[in-house]
Nanobody, 123 residues
Framework: QVQLVESGGGLVQAGGSLRLSCAAS????????MGWFRQAPGKEREFVAA????????YYADSVKGRFTISRDNAKNMVYLQMNSLEPEDTAVYYC????????????????WGQGTQVTVSS
């Protein structure tokens, strides 16, 4: 079992930045692909970013490419999402997820999920 806890969400003005953190426990995440997903009110959960097992490959949704950066520190069992140039459309609950695979973007294939952290971007 892998337990995931997100932190770092909050209220920020458009154009601002936030850094989300995801702390893993229970097992080392060094053999897990990690992803960030988000869900806005009334919308389905959508893929944001994913990073491969050892961090050599990253993949981003077109809507966040160039603004968000995913990273991981396997020694600390942590995953991060640096979000810059935030837009009101980025407002959502952000979730960290893990799957025992190289790199996956499909949320249905992720096995472990955190409880989420709210990000609100005001215009």
């Amino acid at each position: 079992q892998v337990q995931l806890v997100e932190s770092g969400g909050g209220l920020v003005q458009a154009g601002g930045s936030l850094r989300l953190s995801c702390a893993a426990s229970g097992r080392t995440i060094s053999s897990y692909a990690m992803g960030w997903f988000r869900q806005a009110p009334g919308k389905e959960r959508e893929f944001v970013a994913a990073i491969s097992v050892i961090g050599g490959s990253e993949y981003y949704a077109d809507s966040v490419k160039g603004r968000f950066t995913i990273s991981r520190d396997n020694a600390k069992n942590m995953v991060y999402l640096q979000m810059n140039s935030l837009e009101p459309e980025d407002t959502a609950v952000y979730y960290c997820a893990a799957v025992r695979a190289f790199l996956i973007t499909d949320p249905d294939q992720y096995r472990y999920w955190g409880q989420g952290t709210q990000v609100t971007v005001s215009s």
